[in-house]
C-alpha cells in the first residue's frame, strides 16, 4: 500500500468514526505526538478488517451462513498473511464472483462437510517463490521452524524439472489475474482432514488439488497454528509428468519439519496413498 492509499484510508476511518477520532486524538496528544502514528496504524488495520468483512458479505450475499462466512472470511485473512511476505495479494471474494466463481455452491459445501478448507491459491510464482515463502515459514513459530539450513520445501527431481506442469491452474476452473505479473488466483475448497478420506488409491481416482493449493494449504495452517496435513499420509496432485508416465504426490515430514514433493508411477496405489478431491 501506498503511503497516498494509507492516508487516503485513514481518512476515510476518521471521517467515518470522528467522535471516536477526537478522543483518542486527545488521549494520545497528552502522551506524546509520536502515539499519534501508533493510532493512524490502528486506524489503518480496522480499516482494512472493516473492508474485507463488507466485500465478503456483499460477494456471499445469503450464501452463507454466519458460521461459514466466518471461516472463509479466516481464510483469506490468512491467505492474506502468506502472500504479504512476498508481496502477493489475493483477490477479493467479490473478485472470484466476477469471474464465475460459483459461491452459492462453495457455501453449500462448505456448510455441509467441516473439513474442507477455503483456499485462494497463486498460479506462475515458480518453484523460487514458493521456497520463499516456505523460508519465510521456516522463520516462524510453528510446523515448519527449522533450527537446521535449507528449506522446508523439497522438491524430488522430476517435480523440479517439470515444476511448470504443476504450476498450471486447474482446467475449467475461473482465474483472477492479479497485479504481480504472471500470476493469477483461484478459489476451491480443498479437503483438509490430517489424512485424505479415503486411502489406497491410484492417480485414476481423481481430481486432485493442485500443487500450490496444497502448498497454499500447509501454509495457511501453520499460520493459523492448525498441524499440518499428510504427516502420515500422500496426496496425489494434478497434472501427471514424465509424459502421462509419473504424477507428484505431497506429504509432510514432521521429523525434519519439510513439505516433500515426489513423484511415483500413476498406477501406484499405496496404503498410505489417497486424493483429495477439490470443489469449485
Same mark, same amino acid.
Given at each position: ?26 488521549? !494520545? ?12 496504524? =490502528? ?11 463488507? !466485500? ?16 472463509? #472470511? ?18 477479493? +471474494?467479490?473478485?472470484?464472483? #466476477? ?89 476451491? !475448497?480443498? +479437503? ?11 492417480? #485414476?481416482?481423481?481430481?486432485? +488439488?493442485? !500443487? ?14 492448525? +498441524? ?7 496426496? =496425489? ?18 521429523? #525434519? ?24
Amino acid at each position: 500500500m501506498t503511503a497516498t492509499e494509507s492516508g487516503d484510508r485513514i481518512r476515510l476511518v476518521r471521517a467515518l468514526f470522528p467522535d471516536l477520532a477526537r478522543e483518542l486524538d486527545a488521549a !494520545l496528544a497528552a502522551a506524546g505526538g509520536s502515539a499519534s502514528e501508533r493510532f493512524d496504524a =490502528w486506524l489503518d488495520r480496522e480499516a482494512e478488517h472493516l473492508r474485507s468483512g463488507a !466485500l465478503a458479505s456483499v460477494a456471499f450475499g445469503d450464501a452463507l451462513d454466519q458460521a461459514q462466512r466466518e471461516r472463509f #472470511e479466516r481464510a483469506f485473512e490468512t491467505a492474506r498473511t502468506v502472500g504479504g511476505w512476498i508481496g502477493l495479494a489475493p483477490p477479493e +471474494p467479490e473478485a472470484f464472483a #466476477e469471474a464465475g466463481v460459483d459461491l452459492d455452491g462453495l457455501g453449500a459445501a462448505l456448510a455441509a462437510d467441516p473439513t474442507l478448507t477455503p483456499v485462494p491459491a497463486p498460479f506462475g510464482i515458480g518453484a523460487e517463490g514458493w521456497r520463499r515463502l516456505y523460508e519465510r515459514a521456516a522463520s516462524e513459530e510453528g510446523p515448519l521452524a527449522r533450527s537446521v539450513g535449507g528449506s522446508p520445501l523439497v522438491l524430488g527431481g522430476e517435480a523440479e524439472r517439470e515444476f511448470s506442469l504443476l504450476d498450471r491452474a486447474p482446467d475449467g476452473v475461473p482465474v483472477v489475474r492479479s497485479q504481480h505479473a504472471g500470476t493469477g488466483w483461484t478459489l476451491r !475448497l480443498v +479437503p483438509a482432514g490430517l489424512a485424505p478420506a479415503v486411502l489406497g488409491l491410484s492417480f #485414476e481416482h481423481g481430481p486432485h +488439488p493442485t !500443487l500450490p493449493e496444497m502448498l497454499m494449504l500447509q501454509l495457511m495452517r501453520a499460520v493459523s497454528g492448525e +498441524p499440518l496435513v499428510d504427516a502420515r499420509s500422500f496426496t =496425489w496432485l494434478a497434472h501427471p509428468l514424465a509424459g502421462g508416465r509419473l504424477a507428484a504426490r505431497h506429504v509432510y515430514d514432521a521429523a #525434519e519439519r519439510a513439505v516433500r514433493i515426489n513423484c511415483r508411477e500413476i498406477g501406484n496405489q499405496g496404503p498410505h496413498l489417497g486424493a483429495r478431491p477439490p470443489i469449485g
